[in-house]
């Protein structure tokens, strides 16, 4: 019987040797249902031969096992060197990623994110805006209309309208959101990103324009991870600041424009039923695909929305 079981080759036989002996009728079986007529001896006899008959068939098994296992590891082996199709990845947009960034930031200096909608009514896109009908600086931004006299947003310059409507002061809040002009060429997109600040807060905390430029150097500082960022301040003309600037930041040698921003201008506090004796505070407005388009050193903003899957792998998203 031992030799017999050394001798088996696959596993089919082995159970089939198994069977005749373990099994219902097997030769052990019998054997050992008859132990009741047995002497002590003859007992011990076959409770030595049935350990070892079992240790034979689970050795028998595992090499049977291991051998099958090893041919097939031997015939199915994966060929790491040879070439294989580049696997596509999704990634993240530079326009999405650098919101993410922004709103990060914003969020860790304690401004709160507020949304308004992009379909606007002209008092929070112009006339609370210091902007009423007539006034000039309506031109400068060229205004999609709809037939019941909204407007599709120009600026995001109307979330702060609604939030100090909505939340009074003290208020430190930003948006982010899109905007569309009737304007179109390498650095101008018919919809467009922008985002929004705004910190209003009692008069006796004298906010100032140098709050607002430590806030915008913490904020460059952050996100273009530079430690050492030189600004500029121009002076400019926005209806609802006074007085209003726009600050550049120095990128090698070239000065690239930032951001606007300025002094909330009285009327606008009044607008929004905040009392500008008591209140006063600093607002400003920045292109988000600029910030992305200097970030990421890229130099077409249409490209944001065209969809060219070669254009984001080429921006090494
Ligand atoms: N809304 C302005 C624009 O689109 C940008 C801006 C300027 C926003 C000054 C501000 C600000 O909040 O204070 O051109």
């Not at 301040?233 to 007085?243: L, Q, V």
């Not at 407005?285 to 903003?301: C, E, H, P, S, T």
């Amino acid at each position: 019987m031992k030799d017999e079981i050394k001798n088996i080759k696959t596993l089919e036989e082995l159970q089939n040797l198994y069977t005749s002996v373990f099994g219902k009728n097997g030769s052990m079986t019998m054997k050992l249902k008859n132990m009741a007529n047995l002497s002590n001896e003859e007992r011990a006899v076959v409770n030595t031969e049935n350990a070892e008959l079992r240790q034979l068939f689970k050795e028998k098994q595992t090499e049977i096992e291991n051998a099958v296992l090893n041919a097939k590891l031997a015939n199915e082996y994966v060929d790491v060197s040879l070439d294989v199709e580049p696997e596509n990845h999704g990634s993240i947009h530079p326009l999405t990623q650098s919101a993410k960034e922004v709103v990060n930031i914003f969020e860790s200096l304690g401004y709160t994110l507020m949304e308004g909608p992009e379909i606007e009514d002209d008092w929070h896109n112009f006339t609370a805006l210091n902007t009423p009908e007539y006034h000039p600086a309506r031109d400068m931004q060229d205004t999609f209309f709809l037939e019941n006299g909204n407007v599709m947003r120009t600026q995001t310059s109307a979330v702060q309208i609604r939030a100090m409507e909505k939340v009074g002061a003290p208020i430190k809040m930003f948006t982010i959101g899109q905007c569309y002009r009737k304007e179109l060429d390498a650095t101008h997109s018919c919809m467009f990103g922008q985002i929004e600040g705004l910190c209003v807060d009692s008069v006796e905390k004298k906010i100032n324009l140098s709050d607002m430029l430590s806030t915008m150097r913490t904020f460059a500082s952050r996100f273009f991870e530079k430690d050492d960022v030189e600004l500029r301040i121009r002076p400019s003309y926005f209806p609802f600041t006074e007085p209003s600037i726009e600050i550049d930041m120095k990128f090698g040698d070239e000065w690239m424009e930032l951001l606007c921003g300025g002094m909330v201008h009285p009327n606008v506090l009044k607008n929004c039923n905040i009392d500008p004796n008591k209140y006063q505070g600093f607002a400003f407005g920045f292109g988000w695909a600029r910030l992305a388009m200097v970030k990421y050193g890229l130099d077409d903003i249409r490209a944001f929305t065209d969809s060219d899957v070669r254009w984001l792998k080429n921006t090494g998203f």
